[in-house]
């Protein structure tokens, strides 16, 4: 399995960004997929996850903030990001999980500042 992640920028505070996570290869029907943050000098650390059932799990940090969807036809996975703080920023890498494979994205970065 291959994963893509995309859309990272540069935003304001206070500004929104949506990440993409394309997955391509042999994807089991049954899968989790998810997003991870890296700051700067941190260990990397959970975002968010779907199931391929559509079931969804947040870290407390991003409650009512981002949004994680999926789109089961293109296998790609969102992240809706809105009401950015200078606390969001770092590399979001994307994760699919199944039996037998757990592979990641290469990570693209967001860096909120004014």
């Known amino acids: 399995v291959q994963l893509q992640a995309s859309g990272g920028g540069s935003v304001q505070p206070g500004g929104s960004l949506r990440l993409s996570c394309a997955a391509s290869?042999?994807?089991?029907?049954?899968?989790?997929m998810g997003w991870y943050r890296q700051a700067p000098g941190n260990q990397r650390e959970f975002i968010a996850t779907?199931?391929?059932?559509?079931?969804?799990n947040y870290a407390d940090s991003v409650k009512g903030q981002f949004t994680v969807s999926r789109d089961n036809y293109r296998n790609t996975m969102y992240l809706q990001m809105n009401r950015l703080k200078p606390e969001d920023t770092g590399a979001y890498y994307c994760?699919?999980?199944?039996?037998?494979?757990?592979?990641w994205g290469q990570g693209t970065l967001v860096t909120v500042s004014s």
């Open positions: 290869g042999d994807i089991a029907r049954v899968n989790v």
């Open positions: 779907i199931s391929s059932r559509g079931t969804t």
């Open positions: 994760n699919l999980r199944t039996v037998g494979d757990n592979s």
